[in-house]
Every structure is written in C-alpha cells, then in structure tokens.
C-alpha cells in the first residue's frame, strides 16, 4: 500500500469509529436525536383528582431523553391523564383520575411517531 492509500484508509476508519460509537450512544438512549432542534423538556403535570386507575403502555421507537419527553407530554395533554415513560424498558405508566380511552392513549402516542404495541 502506498502512503496515500494508507492516509484514506485510516481516515475512513476514524469515521467509522465516531459514527459506531455515537450510534451506540444513541440507541442506549443518551444524548438527543430525532431531529427536534433542542431538548424537549418534560412536563410536570399532576392529576387533579384522586386516582382511579393505571395503565402500562408498551411503546416502541423510543430512543433517547428527546423520545421520553415527547410521548409523556403526549400523553400529558390528555384531560385526566398523567405519564411517566421508562425508556429503558420502553412503556409508559399512565395514571388517570376519570375514565381515559386506551385509543385516546394510542393516538396521542401514535401522533408523535410511535407505535404502540399494547396497552394493559
């Protein structure tokens, strides 16, 4: 192999070696992604009424902190609904205070890009 050949090789690999170990990071969760332009904080939303229930919401396509917060404040619209996501295990547990829909559940999750594998 000649010098210049070598040069490229051994960039390409410096570029491989960043892309993999962001794409790592990525997907374990850490740092931001899914194109939003700045982090999306979270709401701190509570119920207003006494609780009445509890939901698990198995959701997938969540990446990062960015995911997390859009599906809690998703969900969080919904009149009577409070969530918390779990990324790690990829669900969210959402309690209400008056009857809440699972489909009204589904289409504030689906609306942000995620889908929703069940809800119990």
Do not use: W
């Amino acid at each position: 192999m000649n010098t210049s050949t070598l040069i490229v090789l051994l960039i390409v690999l410096v570029i491989v070696g960043f892309a993999l170990k962001n794409s790592i990071g990525h997907f374990k969760g850490e740092g931001g992604c899914c194109d939003t332009g700045g982090t999306v904080l979270p709401d701190n939303k509570t119920l207003e009424g006494t609780k009445i229930g509890e939901k698990t919401v198995y959701i997938e396509g969540m990446h990062c902190e960015n995911c997390k917060n859009r599906v809690e404040r998703a969900i969080n619209r919904i009149d009577g609904a409070v969530a918390k996501v779990n990324l790690k295990k990829n669900l969210a547990v959402v309690s209400y205070d008056r009857k809440i829909a699972d489909d009204d559940i589904r289409r504030a999750v689906e609306e942000q890009d995620y889908k929703v594998i069940s809800i119990q």
